[in-house]
């Protein structure tokens, strides 16, 4: 591989290091932390998500230790809800989505047969917003009072200054908004991808399914986000400056949270899942042999599921008192979203029949998906109708419904994800009795942890609540809940073992393990820096089963790049980063805005106001200094063999 | 060996399953199911209640359904089609795209399943926003108060007050207007009609009917701070007769009144206890917790103490010692108990408004004293 500058950005790089200047390591430290590349940050997204999945799993096992036994001591009331509240915050926006965002960085570029996503750099700003966000958020441990006790809810007016002096709830605030701005500039950047960068002939209705819930998902962010920002905006506001937009004192409704909450929450659930089913939609084909099923109503399905996802708020709040119309019109619409969501299931069903079903550990996972999101759809069609969701808000068995969605929907989805695209990815592939022992011990530990809080819940257990006393009934079934979620943490723990193991030790993979359907698996094993050394030409949906299996006139062509001109390339930036250590400092400073440090047992009042200030000046510099640099660019050439691969499939044509 | 650790462990982790999930449908003491728990919402003692476990039994029976028909497809297919010993590994199956009348089909037939559901919901949904019309006439109403972490009930047509035990006659429909005094809290009766939140600033309503006398366990359902856990009530349906005696109780005096809070009960064993304790409560109690049953204070009602049955907002039951240990150290029962810590001032919570028993420093005979008391009180 032979490297060269283009012509018009060889200016900018005459000096080959420094902050100032463009920076062109592509190893080490500088190589890590000024990457573009779309499969660099991929692989951070998902090592960052793993992590904190390893922390909010701690926190789920402390809390399950806690309700093992009735009336049981072992932690306080306080940080029993610290516990809940950090464990929610960091599953929804510090493992699952990010986990999400890793595939979307990492498999969509090359599923459409992109070099890079659309805006290199954007990204990298995107991944750094996710980690220093995640670090805000849990900085909150380290101060006095501790994380936030206020649910990942955060329910007005708990969360005002009066019933929550805590800094642990500022940190909780500006956390969030950081990781929304990590959210909307990834989702920005995924659709002005699909919908320009796709490879010739891809048209959108050629598109894999896991592409179209990304397109479908990153809509659903840029809609979702802004209200929750307003939220957040509008509650710093009435905990620093007095403002009365959630507090009853001033005229403040707490009910207007609720809604700007859930305006955001509900969809934010199918920002969840959407992902997850793309991911099923694309591993079932595969391991069935067999085209997708209805892939048109599969895909019209996944975008009314997101329009409806946007109607269906309310029921959130069947309990708050909301009028009959009000109530009953939010029932029916949710009660719709039962229909896409069968159909999906449904052509599932209807692609693995007839198939040859080869049960390797991504099937197991993909089916393993199947049951428990039937399960869980079932208990959401239940309070789905208010006069049940009476009795079951705020009870375990919202808690068992949205584990079996979220756990036994999202992150079986992603674990069948990683074991699927792992060769893909590392070049090496993950041991299969291993991955089939972690799929038992998951699925069972899950299976264990889970269902008896159906039992708990209608059988009157609160929600979010510290202990509960023994002459209630529910000490057997939390008794083996603890048990199972002991093996689940265990079966986790096990999968990302076996993928430290798998990466250094595992066998070698070839290009397409699996005798896969879609674009990415006709590249190398792992890519290329980029991607694809030919332009590929797309004559059908399922493209590299076609070359295999198809009719000649079905195969896609090979465009070699210009022999002059190359591949062109991002430029890697010092900017993104900088950019994100100014917005997180100055969320740090609007944190500690009224926040009283004691140094040495003397009060002293940090300066929360000039950290903003400065904060904001690196943020104005990172920006305008990303601007002025440009976006650059350098071309690479293929390598020999990849020039050779593309001479063979011409020739054959 | 690594052929055979997999079946033995899936198997292994299946028996597992087969054994725990049956285990986990019995509570503590062996009952099944726990299906007549004080919460639970399988028992209904009330017509609201009885609708709410109606239609989810209706919705329990079609989703079984579809779990059986969907969930046999699955496992048929997932049978069926497995790949076998022996078999060809380059056989490719048959590509079918789809099939729009099976499509078109599924999608109706999940349809018209909705709207055996929406029906009885829509019902549902009514029943429990309106008292129904013969109900109507001999209905009581009673002004729920929420606050960080115990109930205030107001019985407004005869105006008094008391706390964390709401009684009132069986067979008669009971108005509740919810309120609340500090953060969102949920009113709920498991066994009587749901729940629906109290939220400041704005007045819920809802309705409850017992039909036949009884004792209820109900729980605060919406995350409130510290103690949210420890937020119960009792619900007491009481017969006719039995209801018209305790209203004419709770409008009784029960201390002699005027700036005096000795009792005006006369049988007492030790006088001289009881008005020690009467002192005790005074400094230390008087402030927040207001024995006049017209009055309502920062702290609950104290007027019929000594008639409750619980304490400590439902999470204990009312006994001697267990009134020692909550009058002692409340904040070992109750996290962050206002009683113990004091009220934060609202405008600087880091600053105390009003001293808890914290500062009293109470020793074990003056709260001995202040138990004594306290059950004078009836």
Redesign the interface.
């Given at each position: 591989m032979s490297s060269h500058h283009s012509p018009d950005s060889a200016a900018a790089h005459s000096e080959p290091t420094g902050l100032w200047h463009r920076p062109l390591k592509k190893t080490g430290w500088v190589g890590f932390l000024t990457t573009v590349d779309h499969k660099k940050i991929g692989i951070a997204y998902a090592l960052g998500a793993l992590f904190f999945l390893l922390v909010g799993g701690v926190e789920a096992l402390i809390i399950r230790l806690q309700l093992m036994v009735?009336e049981n001591e072992l932690i306080?009331?306080?940080l029993y809800?610290q516990l809940f509240t950090m464990h929610g915050t960091t599953m929804i926006f510090l493992a699952v989505m990010p986990l999400s965002a890793a595939f979307f960085n990492y498999i969509m570029p090359l599923q459409i047969g992109a070099r890079d996503v659309a805006f290199p750099r954007m990204n990298a700003l995107g991944l750094w917003c996710f980690l220093l966000g995640g670090i805000l958020i849990n900085m909150s441990w380290f101060f006095d009072q501790g994380a936030p006790?206020i649910?990942w809810f955060a329910?007005a007016?708990?969360t005002d200054?009066?019933?929550s002096?805590d800094i642990g709830t500022d940190f909780w605030i500006m956390g969030l908004q950081i990781l929304g701005i990590a959210s909307l500039v990834g989702a920005f950047n995924f659709i002005t991808t699909i919908l320009n960068m796709r490879a010739p002939g891809l048209s959108m209705m050629r598109l894999p399914v896991f592409t179209w819930m990304t397109l479908i998902t990153s809509f659903l962010i840029i809609l979702a986000f802004p209200a929750i920002t307003i939220a957040l905006v509008e509650l710093m506001f009435d905990r620093h400056f007095g403002t009365y937009f959630f507090n009853?004192d001033g005229g403040?409704?707490?009910?207007l949270w609720q809604h700007l909450f859930w305006i955001f929450g509900h969809p934010e659930v199918y920002i969840l899942i959407l992902p997850a089913m793309g991911i099923i939609s694309e591993v079932i084909p595969v391991f069935?042999?067999?085209?997708l099923?209805?892939?048109?109503?599969i895909i019209f399905s996944g975008a009314v599921i997101g329009f409806l996802g946007f109607a269906v708020w309310s029921h959130h709040m069947f309990?708050?008192?909301l009028g009959?119309v009000a109530?009953?019109a939010f029932?029916?619409l949710t009660?719709?979203i039962?229909?896409p969501t069968?159909?999906k299931?449904?052509?599932w069903?209807?692609t693995?029949?007839?198939?040859?079903?080869?049960?390797t550990t991504p099937m197991l996972y993909a089916?393993g998906f199947?049951?428990m999101f039937?399960?869980g759809g079932?208990?959401g069609?239940?309070h789905s109708?208010?006069?049940?969701d009476?009795?079951?808000?705020?009870?375990y068995f919202v808690v068992a419904h949205f584990h079996y969605v979220l756990i036994g929907g999202s992150i079986f989805a992603l674990l069948c994800g990683i074991h699927y695209w792992f060769p893909k990815v590392s070049g090496r592939i993950m041991d299969e009795?291993w991955g089939?022992?972690n799929f038992?011990?998951v699925?069972?530990g899950f299976?264990?942890a889970f269902?008896?809080m159906h039992?708990l819940g209608?059988?009157?257990?609160?929600?979010?609540?510290?202990?509960?006393?023994?002459?209630?009934?529910?000490?057997?079934?939390n008794?083996?809940?603890t048990?199972?979620a002991l093996?689940l943490g265990f079966g986790i723990l096990s999968c990302i073992i076996q993928m430290i193991y798998s990466y250094y030790k595992g066998a070698k993979s070839p290009n397409d393990p699996w005798g896969g359907r879609t674009l990415e698996w006709a590249t190398a094993s792992p890519p290329k820096e980029y991607n694809f050394a030919y332009t590929p030409v797309i004559h059908a949906r399922d493209q590299v089963w076609e070359d295999r299996?198809g009719t000649p006139e079905k195969r896609m062509d090979k465009i070699a790049p210009d022999p002059e001109h190359g591949i062109h390339m991002p430029d890697q930036s010092w900017w993104p980063l900088i950019t994100s250590f100014g917005i997180f400092f100055a969320c740090l400073g609007i944190v500690f805005f009224r926040y009283e440090f004691t140094f040495f047992g003397s009060l002293s009042y940090t300066n929360g106001i000039g950290l903003l200030v400065v904060g904001l000046v690196v943020t104005l510099v990172g920006i305008v200094k990303w601007a002025l640099e440009g976006p650059g660019g350098y071309h690479l050439y293929p390598d020999a063999e990849d020039m050779e691969e593309i001479r063979q499939s011409q020739s054959k044509n | 060996m690594s052929k055979r650790i997999l079946p033995i462990w899936a198997g292994l982790m299946f028996l597992v399953m087969l054994i725990s999930i049956p285990q986990c449908t019995f509570s503590g003491d062996g009952r099944w199911f726990n299906i007549e728990g004080q919460q639970s919402a399988l028992d209904p003692k009330g017509p609201i209640a009885q609708n709410q476990a109606d239609i989810f039994y209706l919705i329990l029976w079609v989703t079984l359904f579809l779990f059986i028909t969907v969930g046999g497809a699955l496992a048929l297919a997932m049978w069926r089609f497995r790949e076998r010993k022996g078999d060809d590994p380059n056989y490719i199956p048959p590509q079918s795209h789809g099939h729009p009348l099976i499509e078109v089909g599924l999608v109706v037939a999940s349809a018209a399943l909705l709207v055996v559901i929406a029906i009885p919901t829509f019902g549902g949904i009514i029943l429990k926003k309106q008292v129904p019309v013969h109900l109507e006439a001999d209905a009581i109403e009673v002004n729920v108060t929420g606050y960080q972490w115990w109930w205030g009930f107001e019985y407004t047509e005869h105006g008094f007050y008391t706390a964390n035990e709401i009684v009132f006659p069986a067979g008669r429909a009971v108005k509740l207007n919810l309120h609340a005094n500090d953060v969102i809290h949920s009113f709920w009766l498991p066994k009587l009609a749901g729940k629906v939140d109290l939220i400041p600033g704005q007045v819920n309503t809802m309705w409850i009917k017992a039909d036949e006398p009884g004792y209820f366990w109900g729980q605060c359902a919406e995350f409130c701070g510290d103690s949210h856990a420890y937020m119960l009530f009792r619900a007491i349906a009481l017969p006719e007769d039995e209801w018209n005696e305790w209203l004419e109780r709770q409008q009784r005096e029960t201390i002699v009144g005027n700036g005096d809070y000795a009792p005006v009960k006369e049988d007492i064993e030790d006088r001289e206890l009881v008005l020690k304790g009467a002192e005790l409560y005074a400094q230390h109690c008087a402030r927040c917790h207001s024995v006049d049953s017209r009055l309502q204070t920062m702290g609950p009602n104290l007027a019929h103490f000594g008639s409750r049955t619980s304490i400590a907002s439902g999470w204990m039951e009312n006994e001697p010692e267990e009134l020692h240990r909550w009058l002692k150290e409340p904040h070992k029962v109750k996290p962050g108990n206002f009683m113990w810590y004091g009220f934060p001032d609202p405008s600087d919570p880091s600053r105390v408004q009003m001293e808890g028993l914290k500062d009293a420093d109470l020793s074990d005979s003056e709260v001995d004293a202040l138990v004594a008391y306290l059950y004078t009180l009836q």
């Open positions: 009735p306080s009331a306080r809800n006790a649910g329910y007016p708990l200054r009066q019933f002096p009853v403040g409704k707490p009910i069935s042999r067999k085209t099923f209805g892939y048109p109503l309990t708050t008192g009959i109530t009953t029932a029916f009660m719709l039962a229909i069968g159909v299931i449904f052509n069903i209807g693995m029949w007839g198939g040859r079903l080869r049960f089916v199947i049951w039937m399960m079932f208990t069609i239940m109708s208010p006069p049940v009476a009795q079951q808000q705020d009870t009795t089939k022992i038992y011990t699925f069972v299976n264990i269902f008896p039992i209608m059988t009157g257990m609160p929600r979010r609540t510290h202990t509960y006393k023994e002459e209630m009934g529910w000490a057997e079934p008794f083996w809940a048990i199972g093996m299996h | -």
